[in-house]
Each structure stands twice: as structure tokens, then as C-alpha cells.
């Protein structure tokens, strides 16, 4: 059995279960593909008080050293690092320092692979723990280092670590035009067969009825936009629509998918994304979407379901579209499970034959 062991900035945590579910939904595929896996999950050092910055923090500050998530032990190991990370040489050795910790957590297990998602400053320590048992290291970035961290001054870094590595994969097409020599793999959408759904027409009375919107990420991350959900709901409203809007907050993935049962459409106004997650989730609940042109929701939503501007009067007309469309609306197979164990599958023999 191949062992892989996993590096995290991102994963869900005892007081934030939201956190992270993507790369808990890839750790419980590859332990569905028969890998043996273990979970490190790297977190700054920080005080309850410094969560309020950043939603996204939730749950970090007292994270446990160790627990565990669906049966299975996750080791939590800190680094210390300044907002924005002005002193990257501080950051780099901080996290250095835990290969000794990391190694005597495993005992003897000794992994065939190591995989890391997120390059900074994750991918530091993952580098050091694959020199340290031989064994090849390949990183996933889902998005922020490449959209923030490249522009920010530890940009060197990441593209450093991200050409140190035996792979780079990346999420999207978006993301591989900036970062060559990588790879596509998406995220697979994680809905309980049970709980998916086709979309279906909407049956209300016309700018008359009650609508029941869908913000679907916390309002108070700044980049989702909430703001521009708020005026779009407002326009709505001059049209003749009782509009009732309600966010996604830190819930655990059962809450979400019952929200998105509930609601008539989804609104996403993100001002960046790699995917988004979030609306494929959506249409695999039988929830309509319209949204900002955004990630790479163009490639595969009709056209009617993206707002021709970054207005209320688009968004709106975005909205109205979609519900008024019959269009019957499928998630394309590269998002799906199936798919996505194959290239995994196929990612991983190319690189464990090659060292």
C-alpha cells in the first residue's frame, strides 16, 4: 500500500469544521483509492483576539496539537509568522524547525510520497521532510498563493518552492496559465448521493413572489464581496421581488448542502476564485447559479447564468435569467469523483516510477 503523507495549510479543525473541506474531501479520496495517508496540518501561532482579522482564522488559535478527524489522527504543528509575511527568512526557518516533531509523530511509518496543498509556507517543510525519507514531493495549489502571493513580497519564495517540487498541480486552467509546467487536477465535488438533486424551473410568481437568495461563502471575507450580493438583492427588490438573503457562515458541509436545498439561487460576486467549489456544489443540490464572470465558471455554466458586468443591474438580469431558463444544467465530468481518481491515479505512478 502506497503511503502518502499530507501537508496542510488548510483543513477542518475542532471549533471550524468549514475550514478546509476541500482538502479533507481529497484525503478521503485518496484513502477511498486504497493510499494509506496522514495528515499534518501547519497553522500559524496566534491569539484568539487575531482571528477577528480574518474570518478564514477561525478555530487556528486553539487548534489542538493533536485530534482527530473522521477516525483518523491529525498532527498540528505551528510556525511563526507575521501578517503578510514581511520577514519570509523568519518565516522559512520557523517552520524548519518542526522536522524533528513531524518525524517522531510518524515513529516508523515512512511515507512513499509526500503531498502538500499550498506552497507557502507549507511547502518549506514538506521539501525538508522529503529529503529527509527519500521521497518525492508534489504540491496542489488551490488558488491564494498564486492570485495574492505572487504579488506580495514573498513572491520569489513561492515561485521557488513551486519549481522545487517533483509536480506542480494546480486546480484550474486559470491557475496553469500563470504557473508552467503544472498540471490540472480540479477539486471533486463532495454531495452525498442522497442529497443531489436536478435543478428545476422556478414555478414562484414573477417580480411578485419571494425569493430566497444564497450567498454562498461567509459574508465577512472581503474578496467573496458581500456588499455587491447586498446591492444586486436590492435591485431585485425595485423590480418587484421579495428577496430574502442569507450567507454561509463556518457550518459544517451537511448545513450547507441543506441551505442550498432550501434557497431558490445562488449568488456568487466573489472577487476572486479559482473554481468556485461552491457553485458546483450548488448545481449537484439542484440550486440555480448566477454569478460574477469569476474562476472558471464560464467554461462550463450556460451563458445566461453570468452577470454580463460587475453591477447590481447585471447581476440581477443574471438572476432573472436563470430563472427563467430551461436549460437543464449537468456537472461536466472533470469535477466529478470518478475522473479525478484517475488522474490522481495516474499523477502519482508517473511520479513514484520516476524516483
Known sequence: MTRILLLTLLHPLPGNPAR?????????????????????????????IHEQRRSTMQGVAKAPRQFEFEEHPVLTIRYTAFPDHPFPSWTSASIKRQVKRVDNWLGDWRPDLVSVHTLWPAAVLAQRLASRYSAPCIATVHGHDIEVGLSANYSSRIIQLGKSVQQLVVVSDKLAEKMPNSVVIPCHVEVPEKLQRSIEKWQGRWRRGELEVLFPANSKRPEKNHYLALQTCRELETRGWQVKIGDLPNVPRNIVHDRMHACDIALITSRRESGPLVAREAVVCG?????????????????????????????????????????????????????????????????????
Open 287 to 355: 440550486l440555480a447559479v448566477a454569478s460574477v464572470d469569476i474562476g472558471d465558471l464560464k467554461n462550463w455554466l450556460p451563458s445566461e447564468c453570468i452577470a454580463k458586468e460587475r453591477t447590481p443591474e447585471a447581476l440581477a438580469d443574471a438572476v432573472e435569467a436563470v430563472l427563467k431558463s430551461e436549460k437543464i444544467i449537468k456537472l461536466p465530468e472533470i469535477f466529478e469523483k470518478e475522473h479525478i481518481s484517475r488522474e490522481l491515479e495516474k499523477l502519482f505512478t508517473r511520479i513514484l516510477n520516476k524516483s
Open 20 to 48: 478546509g473541506a476541500f482538502v479533507a474531501d481529497r484525503v478521503r479520496l485518496l484513502r477511498e483509492m486504497g493510499y494509506e495517508v496522514k495528515v499534518v496540518n501547519t497553522l500559524p501561532r496566534m491569539l484568539k
